[in-house]
């Protein structure tokens, strides 16, 4: 074998060895992260409220840092205030006092922001705000419709994600918009998709509940669309500020918006529509009680 041939192998070698080696990284964040939020979710109660609290947090943090080069203080300790007064409403069934704390919150930071900047800084504390009101309001609802909304959009959210990236490396082909997200291609998408939907149709069947299949199977469709459509977001979100990751803190994953994009979508929506089908602060059950 030549010198030009065993240094091109030798190159190949090294490039394939560092990308099992952060895909080793992905899992392992992954299964930590995977196996917090299903203990938080099955204890519920304060421990449930801390967990989104803190990640909600977080969320608004990044989102601040990402939007103004040197984020404020005082704008991440508003935000904190909101956050905590928000989960401290929705431990006592208050919905209603919860929605008026993100609304003068998200005033309060847009207010404290550079003028160029003030609808990018409100719309981070609404983003945050907003993920910690859906994940709370679907998880208090009626036992047992919110222990199983939210381990359904886990099922329908992971599987898509996870599905979206194999799929798109192992496949390939025709990319589904370079111009914001030059890796994810359509054949990912279409494979998070229909295994986001059939994870989210198998929990169900699994909890033994009545419920209108094709109502099941077209609202996990929705939510994995949703969900993608919040990824595709942060992308261009990330692009028009030049940044690569929202932060560094979960190694093989960037920063917990990016582990959480899709997810804040699709909680945000399923929160809507079954407060919308229902009429009434128990999102979880417009969801699957049909």
Not at 16 to 40: N, T, Y
């Amino acid at each position: 074998m030549s010198t030009e041939k065993a240094n091109g192998s030798a190159f190949w070698l090294k490039r394939g060895l560092a990308k099992l080696q952060d895909l080793k990284v992905r899992i392992i964040s992954s299964v930590v992260m995977a196996s917090l939020a299903l203990l938080c979710l099955w204890a519920g109660g304060w421990l449930f409220s801390l967990c989104w609290l803190f990640l909600s947090a977080m969320v608004a943090f990044e989102w601040q840092t990402m939007v103004t080069p040197h984020a404020s203080t005082t704008r991440n300790v508003v935000a904190l205030v909101m956050l905590l007064a928000m989960a401290s409403a929705m431990n006592l069934a208050d919905a209603g006092a919860a929605l008026e704390c993100l609304l003068v919150g998200v005033l309060a930071i847009a207010g404290l922001a550079p003028a160029g900047r003030r609808l990018w800084t409100g719309g981070g504390a609404l983003y945050a705000g907003t993920l910690l009101l859906a994940v709370m309001d679907l998880r208090f609802s009626l036992s047992p419709f919110g222990f199983l909304a939210l381990f359904w959009l886990f099922g329908v959210v992971w599987m898509t994600d996870i599905m979206a990236y194999f799929g798109g490396r192992l496949i390939g082909g025709a990319k589904l918009w370079p111009q914001v997200s030059p890796s994810k291609t359509w054949a990912g998408t279409l494979s998070g998709l229909v295994s986001g939907t059939l994870a989210g149709a198998g929990i169900v069947w699994l909890a033994g509940m009545p419920v209108s299949w094709p109502l099941v199977l077209l609202l996990g469709i929705a939510a994995s669309l949703v969900a993608q459509g919040g990824d595709l977001l942060e992308s261009a979100m990330k692009r028009h500020f030049g940044v690569k990751d929202s932060s560094p803190f979960i190694p093989g994953h960037g920063g917990f918006m990016d582990r959480l994009d899709g997810f804040i979508a699709a909680s945000i929506f399923a929160a809507l529509f079954g407060f919308l089908r229902l009429d009434a602060p128990m999102a979880a059950a417009g969801l699957f009680q049909w």
